[in-house]
């Protein structure tokens, strides 16, 4: 759970920074159109977020597992498999729907979040395999519920709260202790 959590604070700390240096290239900035959420024409929004948080945090796993799998026939060579992973990550991240003009932001934007998802995993999360769909689900469910909190219709805040509740019912899930059990 710390390291869910630790790996969370640090991608939030960087989406923060990434924010304000954007603020001081204001030509480079991608200003989007109005952006209303799918979630705010659902019935249930909360249980879709939820269903999808845990879907999106078993396949993410199971994704990165058969990676680690698939690179770990290299060998003896450690530096490639890191390289092979951070340009996966770039590649897969890197916004196609960009203009000429945000082109340069974008990819230093998407390089630096290569190389820090690359540094969570090397040091943070590491071989702590419960971490990575951890930080996965209690990511998606509060990146949803934020998007929720923002609207001001009632029903949204409470699906949004509804959101927060179920992530923090997964960190104490997560944090409870095990009773070792008898074979």
Do not use: C
């Not at 969570?120 to 996965?136: D, K, S, W």
């Not at 929720?148 to 509740?165: C, E, F, K, W, Y």
């Amino acid at each position: 759970l710390v390291a869910a959590l630790t790996a969370l604070s640090l991608m939030a700390i960087a989406r923060g920074v990434a924010a304000m240096i954007e603020q001081h290239f204001p030509s480079t900035m991608s200003i989007d159109a109005l952006h209303v959420p799918q979630s705010v024409a659902l019935p249930l929004p909360s249980l879709w977020a939820i269903g999808n948080a845990i879907l999106t945090a078993i396949l993410a796993s199971a994704a990165a597992g058969l990676f680690v799998y698939a690179i770990r026939s290299f060998g003896r060579t450690t530096w490639l498999p890191d390289l092979l992973g951070i340009a996966l990550l770039f590649f897969l991240t890197l916004n196609s729907d960009v203009t000429a003009k945000e082109l340069p932001s974008t990819i230093a934007a998407t390089l630096i979040a290569s190389l820090l998802i690359w540094a969570l995993v090397r040091f943070v999360l590491g071989a702590n395999l419960l971490a990575y769909p951890l930080a996965i689900a209690i990511g998606e469910l509060l990146l949803g519920a934020s998007a929720l909190l923002q609207n001001h219709r009632p029903d949204l805040t409470i699906n949004g709260v509804v959101m927060l509740a179920a992530a923090v019912a997964i960190a104490l899930w997560a944090a409870l202790p095990r009773e070792p059990r008898v074979a």
